[in-house]
């Protein structure tokens, strides 16, 4: 069966009314015919029939145990630290997501979690930095924003041989590109405001366990913390959910059209891709990313200034300026003063977030229509460069 098929197999037809679209059970508490006697329901926050419907359609996407639904991508990653205990450590990928790393820093480690970063695309150093107390390796592949891909078989390999689990941030490939529990991963956790939800219009979060055990505990946080999803934002990722192989096959097409095309252009220093030969972890992403290397694109310009990345970022017209990816709209933004705002200068050039870096998220329009609108706003840094070197001479020819 092909990736859509299954998925639209697993979207379950209502039981009671045979309604094809999943209902919105908009209900805070369920009525019992006598203390604990119920229909499998007894409070909204511990369980609700339409994040039930979501739930077990992300377990079954991520041939996982069982899927959790959260109000957003930061309180899914916040209910998998919260397995740990204070003196726990974490070994985490380098260029990490910056909320991410801000939750980890500011919070975790106050409450006595340690977390080391290395460069997991190559699992020699995760190896190396694994430590008795190392309880969760933490991975997103491909990163953001510099796509850096991480050899999840491998990685779980050496976390399991030192015991610790390893979770996966699965939200860039989407599981229509890659099934990390398959690979070994014991956890998956998705930002679903993004391609998931894939509209740009809502903010939610999942995690999908691999087995019973960390199911039942991954519930137990659920339940205990709150930070569930509602059932109107379930509904919406369902429907996004229907429409998601297809998409997410042609944010991968258009995306290798743009990244190729990028390439060609004087003013592009760096193009990241993993789908391009060049990228140094095409390899390994050909291998476990089945059917495409995803919707986002980034380029680091000759120009490395803050000034030239903003200058780009304001001339495109289809492509928007905005945080998040994954919609069908096509954003674009720069990671230096805006998603790793929070992430310290040289720790953000270290992982590779140059100053001019600029991210794509490739939406659903025509792939022709949007290589022209970049090319419209790169035209528009020479003529900018141009028109400064023409002012300094002038100046220089006054003084
Ligand atoms: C956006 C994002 C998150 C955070 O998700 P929210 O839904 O914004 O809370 C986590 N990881 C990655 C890779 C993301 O892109």
């Given at each position: 069966m092909q990736a859509s098929t299954y998925l639209l197999q697993s979207i379950p037809v209502d039981e009671l009314t045979g309604a094809i679209a999943v209902p919105i059970y908009q209900t805070s508490t369920f009525v019992q015919e006598a203390p604990g006697v119920n229909k499998g329901y007894d409070y909204a926050r511990s369980g609700n029939p339409t994040r039930r419907a979501l739930e077990d359609l992300l377990a079954k996407l991520e041939y996982g145990h069982s899927g959790y639904a959260f109000a957003s991508g930061l309180a899914a990653i916040d209910a998998v630290v919260k397995l740990l205990s204070a003196g726990d450590q974490i070994v985490a990928i380098d260029d990490l997501y910056g909320g991410a790393f801000r939750l980890f820093e500011q919070v975790y480690r106050r409450f006595g979690i340690d977390i080391v970063y290395v460069d997991t695309a190559n699992p020699a150093e995760v190896a190396a930095a694994l430590t008795e107390r190392t309880k969760l390796v933490w991975l997103e592949s491909p990163s953001n924003p510099t796509l850096k891909v991480s050899d999840i078989q491998a990685i779980a390999d050496v976390a399991h041989a030192h015991g610790a689990l390893l979770c996966v941030d699965n939200t860039f490939a989407s599981p229509v590109l890659q099934q990390p529990i398959r690979l070994g991963a014991d956890i998956v956790v998705h930002s679903a405001t993004k391609y998931l939800g894939g509209h740009s219009d809502l903010i939610a979060g999942a995690v999908v366990a691999a087995t019973a055990e960390l199911g039942q505990q991954l519930k137990f946080i659920q339940n205990a913390s709150g930070g569930i999803l509602a059932p109107f934002d379930c509904f919406l990722v369902i429907r996004g959910l229907e429409t998601l192989a297809l998409r997410v096959e042609r944010h991968c097409s258009t995306a290798l059209k743009v990244a190729r095309y990028l390439q060609t252009r004087p003013e592009v220093a760096a193009v990241y891709y993993?789908?391009?030969?060049?990228?140094?972890n095409h390899a390994i992403a050909k291998k476990q990313q089945r059917s495409g290397f995803g919707g986002i694109v980034a380029l680091v310009l000759k120009d490395d200034t803050q000034e030239a990345a903003t200058r780009v970022v304001t001339s495109t017209q289809y492509f928007k300026l905005a945080e998040s990816l994954g919609g069908a709209k096509s954003l674009l933004c720069h990671?230096?003063?805006?998603?790793?705002?929070?992430?310290p200068v040289a720790q953000r050039r270290a992982a590779g977030v140059a100053d001019s870096l600029i991210r794509l998220s490739v939406g659903l329009e025509d792939a022709d229509d949007l290589i022209e609108d970049l090319g419209r706003a790169l035209d528009a840094l020479t003529a900018a460069k141009a028109e400064t070197e023409v002012e300094l001479e002038a100046e220089a020819q006054l003084a």
């Open positions: 993993p789908g391009l030969e060049t990228h140094p990671p230096a003063t805006m998603t790793h705002k929070s992430t």
